[in-house]
């Protein structure tokens, strides 16, 4: 089961999962929405990196993610409500991933809980 992170409790994740990294090496935020959903609505990098890759090609990039970041990696799947990233975390822990979690409520809730500023869509 993919543990579900509210992004209230987004920060201490990303402090802890980064405890666990070399100095250079941020824990990363999967962003699996649309490229119009990106823009009209997006996180802002600040202590982890940001990779935006729509849910439909996440099977394609899947060996290039695990060579690229090991299976290791810290990962947060952020969607708009928090269903496909469920379901990509799934995929990704399927495919190897042990530190996955997904962001419950997507950039719905993280307007709401973090960063207001984010537009809500």
């Avoid at 089961?1 to 209230?8: A, F, H, T």
């Amino acid at each position: 089961m993919i543990p579900q992170l509210s992004p209230l409790g987004f920060a201490a994740w990303r402090d802890q999962a980064s405890a666990g990294l070399a100095p250079a090496v941020l824990p990363l935020v999967l962003d699996v929405r649309e490229p119009w959903e990106v823009q009209t609505a997006s996180v802002k990098e600040d202590g982890f990196s940001l990779l935006v890759l729509p849910m439909r090609e996440v099977p394609g990039r899947l060996a290039a993610l695990q060579e690229t970041l090991g299976p290791d990696h810290p990962m947060a799947c952020l969607c708009h409500h928090g269903m496909r990233s469920l379901q990509v975390a799934n995929y990704l822990a399927q495919g190897g991933f042990t530190q996955v979690v997904n962001l419950q409520g997507g950039i719905d809730a993280w307007s709401q809980q973090v960063d207001p500023s984010v537009p809500r869509y």
